[in-house]
C-alpha cells in the first residue's frame, strides 16, 4: 500500500514544475463527466476541484462519492457545492440536505463549501432566478443558506454566480468568498463582478480538455499562489524544509482500530485532529494510536518529532 502524506503533497505543491508556473488551476465536475481517472487529473497539472454533491432538498449527485474520494486519493484538493434550487425549495431544506451528503468533506484540507447560484431547468427550459424572485428576496433565500452552513460546520462558503446574479444579488453578500462564472477562456481577472470588489475563483472554460475525463469539463483559476491555497484550506508549508529527513509511515490506512507508527527518528507526540480542527485526545503509546472510539471518515495525524519536525497524515477511518 502507499502512503499518501499531505506533507508530500505540499513538497510536490512547491517543487513540480507543473506547480511552479503562476497560476493555480483546477476544475469542477459532476456525473456530467462519468467515470474520471484522477491520476491522470493530477498529472496534467490539476491542482483542486470542486464535486457536485447535491441539488435542492433531495438530489445528490450520483457521482459525488465517488469523485471527491478519487480525487482525495491523488492528493487534489478537494471540495463539495450544491446546485440552489430556490423555485423549488426554503434555504433550509436546501441546507439540510447539503449538509446530510457532504458534511465529512468540510473542514480543514478542504476548498470551502459552495453554493451554486444559477438558473436552473425544468422541462428543458431556463428558470430566471433574478426575474423570478427580488433582489432582496433572492439575496435573503442565498443569506440563510450560506448562514445555516456556517454554523453548522464553522467554514464559511463561497457563492458561485455570473454577472448578471453579482449584479442582482444585494451588498450584504459580498463578506462570502466568490467564485465567479466567465467563460471567456482567458486567465485574466474577471470583469463585472457586480458588489463584489475582490475575487478567489474564476470559471474562465466550459469546454475544457483535461486528461482523464472524457468531454468537456469546466475550467477554473485560483487567484493567488498555492501557499495562497493552502492557507485558504487550513493548510501550511511553514518550515517544510527542516521536516525532509522526518518520516513517518502510519498503518494500516485505512483503518478500524488502531494506527501504528514507523520511523528512525523519535517522536515527540501524534495528536489526531477531525476535519473542524478538533483534536480527538486519542491515547498514544508505543507508537500507536487506538482509533477504535472514533467515528468512520476522515482525520488528519499530526506527528512531531523530538526535534519539533512535523509530519501530516490523512487518515481514513472505516
Not at 457586480?194 to 483535461?210: A, I, L, M
Request: with cysteine.
Amino acid at each position: 500500500m502507499v502512503f499518501k502524506q499531505l506533507i508530500l503533497f505540499a513538497l510536490i505543491a512547491v517543487f513540480s514544475s507543473k506547480l511552479q508556473a503562476q497560476n493555480v488551476l483546477g476544475i469542477d465536475v459532476s456525473k456530467w463527466q462519468g467515470t474520471i481517472n484522477w491520476e491522470l487529473v493530477a498529472e496534467d497539472g490539476y491542482v483542486f476541484s470542486w464535486v457536485k454533491a447535491t441539488e435542492g432538498m433531495t438530489y445528490t449527485d450520483p457521482k459525488f462519492y465517488t469523485n471527491i474520494e478519487g480525487g482525495i486519493s491523488e492528493d487534489l484538493i478537494m471540495g463539495a457545492y450544491h446546485f440552489a434550487r430556490p423555485d423549488n425549495n426554503t434555504a433550509q431544506q436546501d441546507a439540510t440536505n447539503f449538509l446530510n451528503v457532504a458534511s465529512a468533506y468540510i473542514g480543514t484540507g478542504f476548498l470551502p463549501p459552495v453554493l451554486d447560484l444559477e438558473n436552473p431547468y425544468v422541462n428543458g427550459q431556463a428558470v430566471l432566478l433574478t426575474e423570478l424572485f427580488s433582489s432582496e428576496e433572492l439575496s435573503l433565500w442565498a443569506q440563510e443558506w450560506m448562514e445555516a452552513i456556517h454554523n453548522a460546520t464553522g467554514v464559511a462558503p463561497f457563492l458561485y454566480v455570473n454577472g448578471n446574479y453579482a449584479n442582482h444579488l444585494s451588498p450584504e453578500l459580498n463578506s462570502y468568498g466568490l467564485w465567479f462564472a466567465q467563460p471567456d477562456e482567458t486567465l485574466s481577472p474577471p470583469s463585472n463582478t457586480g458588489n463584489w470588489d475582490t475575487w478567489e475563483f474564476k470559471q474562465y472554460s466550459w469546454w475544457g480538455d483535461v486528461t482523464g475525463i472524457s468531454g468537456d469539463v469546466d475550467l477554473n483559476i485560483f487567484n493567488g499562489s498555492i501557499a495562497d491555497l493552502e492557507t485558504l484550506i487550513g493548510l501550511t508549508t511553514t518550515s517544510m524544509i527542516s521536516t525532509l529527513d522526518f518520516k513517518v509511515s502510519a498503518f494500516p490506512n485505512p483503518t478500524k482500530n488502531s494506527i501504528y507508527l514507523n520511523t528512525h527518528s523519535g517522536i515527540q507526540n501524534a495528536i489526531m485532529f477531525d476535519l473542524k480542527g478538533v483534536n480527538q485526545m486519542l491515547p498514544y503509546s508505543n507508537q500507536k494510536i487506538d482509533c477504535s472510539r472514533l467515528k468512520p471518515g476522515i482525520y488528519y495525524l499530526k506527528i512531531t518529532s523530538n526535534q519539533g519536525q512535523v509530519v501530516t497524515h490523512k487518515v481514513f477511518k472505516l
